[in-house]
């Protein structure tokens, strides 16, 4: 059975730091681009980072860019999304990916929650 398990999320104060994981099993997803989509209460889900299968690559939001980093190791098929700086507005459930998005996986998602 395949399967992608996040972990890390939980409540922070805006402007600090959370490390989220995704752990993939049942497959080898090294050779897969993986990534990050969230999705925030009555907003529509969206893109926030991707890392290519050998991390020679990466892409953000740019909403994100220069306070997420997203970094993977393949030895132990996970991949990781570093967040700096957090904002009110970075509230949401964050998901994993893994593959083309013909052929994706996904995790159950995490709750990343923002307070002022």
């Known amino acids: 059975q395949v399967q992608l398990v996040e972990s890390g999320g939980g409540l922070v104060q805006a402007g600090g730091s959370l490390r989220l994981s995704c752990a993939g099993s049942g497959r080898t997803f090294s050779t897969y681009e993986m990534g990050w989509y969230r999705q925030a209460p009555g907003k529509e889900r969206e893109f926030v980072a991707a890392?290519?299968?050998?991390?020679?690559?990466?892409y953000y939001a740019d909403s994100v860019k220069g306070r997420f980093t997203i970094s993977r190791d393949n030895a132990k098929f996970t991949v990781y999304l570093q967040m700096n700086s957090l904002k009110l507005d970075d509230t949401a459930i964050y998901h994993c990916?893994?593959?083309?998005?013909?052929?994706?996986?996904w995790g159950q998602g995490t709750q990343v929650t923002v307070s002022s």
């Open positions: 890392i290519s299968w050998n991390g020679g690559s990466t």
């Open positions: 990916y893994a593959g083309p998005s013909a052929v994706r996986y």
